[in-house]
C-alpha cells in the first residue's frame, strides 16, 4: 500500500515551566493512502503532540517523519507552511473560521497563499462548497451559519487546495451528536468516494467507531493499533435517526 | 500573496474597527495637516519676500556718496557730493560684471493739476532707470535720452501720484505742475506695491536727470555734476559681487583716494539683504515644518499602538492562516499592509485638511501661503514611511507567532 505518513522512532520532548514533558516516546506508525484513522486517547496522552507534529506545525524532537516521501523534520519555517499548504487539510474543534467574511472567501483562504489566478481560486473554492453541500450559501457569514455548516465550511476549506492528508483534530467536540454524526458522513463519503486520507483525534469511541483503523495513545505511547473491519456508515446511522427540524441533511 | 488582494483585507479589517481606525487615523491626519499648513505659511512668507526682491529691481547694486566730515561735523551717508554722472558712465564702461548704470538725484515736490495737488518723491534720472527698475508703461511712453540732453520738461508718473491727480482720467498728454513749473505728462508706469521695507514705490514721478537738478533739487555749489545714487545692474544674479568687486577700485581710482583713506561712497548690494531675510524665512518655515513633524511621528506611535492590539486581538486568526500555509512574509505583509493603509488614508486626509487650514490662514490671517507640490508629495511619502516604520514591529511580532500557541490563544 501507499504510505502517505511513515513515523520511525519519534520522540517528542518539551519544557512547560521548566519541567521537561516526554510527550512521545519512541512512536513508530504508519499510515497508507485512502485510510480512515482515528487517533484516541486521553488527555495528556500525546494525541494532541502527535497531532502538531503530523500536521508540520511542531518538529520532532528526534526519529524521522516521512509526509509523502518528505523528511518535513529537516524543513525550516516557511517550507513547512508551504508543506501545510499544498499537503494537509486542517479542520480544528473551534472551526476557526474568520468572523465577518463570507463563507466562499473562508474557503479560498488557502488558495490565497498560492498562485492560483482568481477565477480558479473561485471556481474551486465553489466546487469545494458543494462537496460538502453548502453551495447555496457561499455568501453567507459563519455569524449566520449554524455550528454543522460552519464545520463544514472549515471542511471545504481544508479539501480546496486538494490535500494529501485531512487532519481532523476533535471535529465534532463542539456539535451536538446528530451533527456530529453529519460530519462524520462528509469525511467518510470524502474518503470514499475520492480517495482523500483521513485522520481523526478524538477522545469520544462513538466518534472513532466511523473510522477504519482505531490508534490508541497512552502516556506518549503507541497503546493499541486496530483495523475495524466494519466500521459504522454514518449516512445509514442518520437514516435511522428521528427526523429533526434544526438541519436539513445534504449529505 | 498579491498586494491588492492585501490592500482589500487591510481595508476589510480597518472597516470592522471603524471609529478606532479613525481615530488612529486622526493623529496623522492633524500631523500631516499641521505640516503642510505649516510649511505653506513658511514658504509664502518666502515666495513673498522673493516677489519684494523681484519688485526693486533684479542684479541691483546701489552706490551711494559716502559720509563726508566738514568743520569737524560728520554728516550721514548718502548726502556727499562725491559722486558724479561721470562716475556712472565710466562705471557702464569699464566694469565687464555691469550692464546698464542710471545715476539719479531724488527731491521731494508739491505737484498740481487742476484743483488736485500732492506731495511725492522727484527721481530724476535716465531713460536706463526704468530698465534696471523693471518699471513698465501703463500708457504714453517713457521720456528719451534726447529728453534728457535737452532737460525736456516731461514727467512719468507712478501710479498712486496718477491717482491722486487725475483720478480714473487717463493722465498722459496733460500739463501738470511741479514746484509751480509747468511739465507734460508722458506716460504712467505700472503699479509695483510695497518695497521690502513697505514704502510705497508707485508714490514717485520720474523726470530727466537735467531737468530734475534744473527744476526741482538745485544743482550742488560744489558739485555741479554730482548725483544722488548711482543704480548699478549687473549682467546676472552670479556676477553681482563680480560688479561690486569692479566698481570699488574704479570709483577709488576715479576719487584719487589714497591707501590710508576711507571710501567717500557706498557700494551697497541689496539682492544680500533680502537674501538674509529669505533664508532666515526658509529657516523659520523649516523650524514650523518641524514642530509639526513631531506630531506626525506621535500619530505614527498611535498606529504602533494600534496594530499591537490588533496584533493580540488577531491572534488566532495568525495562527489560522499560519496553519494554512502562510509564510512569514505573508503575514507581514498583510500587517504592514494595515498600517500603511491606515497611515496613507489619514496622510491623503491630513493633506486635504491642511490645504484647506492654509487657504483659511491666508484669508483669515491676511498672511501669504504657498502649498507646494513637494510638500504635498513629501506628506504622502513621510506618512507612509511612518506607516511602514510604526507597523513594523507589530507586523514582526504577528508574523513570528508560534502556529500552535496562535490556534490555541483564547
Redesign the interface.
Request: overall charge positive.
Given at each position: 500500500m501507499d504510505r502517505v505518513i511513515q513515523l520511525d522512532h519519534l520522540v517528542k520532548n518539551y519544557h512547560m515551566g521548566g519541567t521537561p514533558v516526554h510527550a512521545l516516546k519512541d512512536v513508530s506508525l504508519e499510515i497508507g493512502r485512502g485510510e480512515f484513522v482515528a487517533i484516541m486517547g486521553p488527555s495528556g496522552s500525546g494525541k494532541s503532540t502527535l497531532m502538531n507534529i503530523l500536521g508540520c506545525l511542531d518538529k520532532p524532537t528526534s526519529g524521522a517523519y516521512l509526509l509523502d516521501g518528505i523528511a518535513v523534520g529537516q524543513l525550516d519555517r516557511d517550507e513547512l507552511a508551504e508543506i501545510r499548504n499544498q499537503k494537509i487539510g486542517f479542520v480544528f474543534q473551534q472551526f476557526n473560521l474568520l468572523a465577518r467574511t463570507s463563507a466562499l472567501e473562508n474557503v479560498e483562504l488557502p488558495l490565497l497563499y498560492t498562485t492560483t489566478p482568481a477565477r480558479e481560486r473561485r471556481d474551486r473554492s465553489m466546487a469545494a462548497l458543494s462537496a460538502v453541500g453548502l453551495s447555496e450559501r457561499y455568501e453567507h457569514y459563519p455569524s449566520q451559519l449554524s455550528g454543522g455548516q460552519q464545520q463544514r465550511v472549515a471542511i471545504a476549506r481544508a479539501i480546496v487546495t486538494h490535500p494529501r492528508i485531512i487532519l481532523a483534530d476533535e471535529p465534532t467536540g463542539a456539535l451536538d451528536s446528530r451533527t456530529s454524526i453529519e460530519i462524520m458522513a462528509i469525511f467518510q463519503r470524502l474518503n470514499r468516494e475520492a480517495g482523500m486520507t483521513v485522520i481523526v483525534v478524538t477522545h469520544e469511541p462513538d466518534i472513532a467507531a466511523y473510522a477504519g483503523r482505531n490508534i490508541h495513545f497512552r502516556d506518549g505511547r503507541l497503546q493499541r493499533d486496530l483495523v475495524i473491519a466494519s466500521p459504522l456508515d454514518a449516512a445509514r446511522e442518520l437514516e435511522n435517526l428521528p427526523a429533526e427540524e434544526n438541519e436539513e441533511v445534504t449529505v | 500573496?498579491k498586494l491588492l488582494?492585501s490592500i482589500r483585507i487591510a481595508l476589510?479589517a480597518l472597516r470592522?474597527n471603524r471609529m478606532r481606525s479613525a481615530l488612529t487615523m486622526l493623529g496623522i491626519i492633524i500631523g500631516v495637516a499641521a505640516v503642510i499648513a505649516m510649511v505653506a505659511v513658511g514658504s509664502g512668507a518666502t515666495a513673498r519676500i522673493k516677489e519684494q526682491i523681484q519688485s526693486i529691481g533684479s542684479n541691483l547694486i546701489m552706490v551711494l556718496p559716502g559720509s563726508i566730515t566738514t568743520s569737524g561735523m560728520r554728516l550721514g551717508g548718502g548726502v556727499g557730493v562725491t559722486l558724479t554722472e561721470d562716475d556712472g558712465r565710466a562705471i557702464a564702461a569699464e566694469c565687464p560684471a555691469v550692464s546698464l548704470v542710471a545715476p539719479t538725484v531724488r527731491g521731494g515736490a508739491q505737484v498740481m493739476f487742476g484743483n488736485n495737488n500732492w506731495a511725492t518723491s522727484i527721481v530724476g534720472t535716465t531713460p536706463d532707470y526704468l530698465k534696471i527698475r523693471e518699471l513698465s508703461i501703463l500708457s504714453g511712453r517713457a521720456f528719451t535720452d534726447d529728453d534728457v540732453a535737452g532737460a525736456g520738461k516731461v514727467a512719468l508718473l507712478g501710479s498712486t501720484v496718477a491717482h491722486n491727480l487725475f483720478g480714473d482720467a487717463d493722465p498722459v498728454g496733460q500739463i501738470m505742475r511741479i514746484k509751480n513749473v509747468p511739465f507734460t505728462v508722458v506716460g504712467e508706469l505700472i503699479p509695483k506695491g510695497q518695497s521690502p521695507s513697505g514704502q510705497d514705490q508707485d508714490d514717485v514721478i520720474l523726470i530727466p536727470l537735467s531737468t530734475a537738478r534744473r527744476q526741482v533739487t538745485g544743482t550742488s555749489q560744489a558739485n555741479a555734476r554730482s548725483v544722488g545714487t548711482l543704480m548699478v545692474q549687473a549682467i546676472g544674479p552670479q556676477a553681482m559681487s563680480a560688479a561690486e568687486a569692479e566698481i570699488r577700485p574704479l570709483l577709488r581710482q576715479r576719487h584719487r583716494l589714497q591707501n590710508d583713506q576711507d571710501d567717500d561712497f557706498t557700494v551697497r548690494n541689496l539682492a544680500e539683504v533680502f537674501a538674509a531675510q529669505e533664508s532666515s524665512a526658509r529657516v523659520m518655515s523649516i523650524l514650523l515644518g518641524a514642530i509639526a513633524s513631531v506630531s506626525l511621528i506621535v500619530g505614527g506611535i498611535g498606529i504602533m499602538n494600534i496594530m499591537l492590539v490588533s496584533v493580540t486581538e488577531r491572534t488566532?486568526?495568525i495562527?489560522?492562516?499560519?496553519?494554512?500555509?502562510?509564510?512569514?512574509?505573508?503575514i507581514l505583509s498583510q500587517f504592514l499592509v494595515e498600517a500603511v493603509t491606515l497611515s496613507l488614508l489619514g496622510g491623503v486626509t491630513g493633506i486635504a485638511i491642511g490645504i484647506g487650514a492654509s487657504l483659511l490662514i491666508s484669508y483669515l490671517a491676511k498672511w501669504s501661503t504657498l502649498v507646494s507640490p513637494t510638500a504635498i508629495m513629501l506628506a504622502f511619502v513621510f506618512s507612509g514611511l511612518v506607516g511602514i516604520f510604526f507597523g513594523y514591529y507589530p507586523a514582526r511580532k504577528a508574523a513570528l507567532l508560534d502556529?500552535?500557541d496562535a490556534?490555541r490563544y483564547e
Open positions: - | 500573496m488582494a476589510r470592522v488566532r486568526e495562527g489560522l492562516r499560519l496553519a494554512i500555509g502562510a509564510k512569514t512574509r505573508d502556529p500552535i490556534l
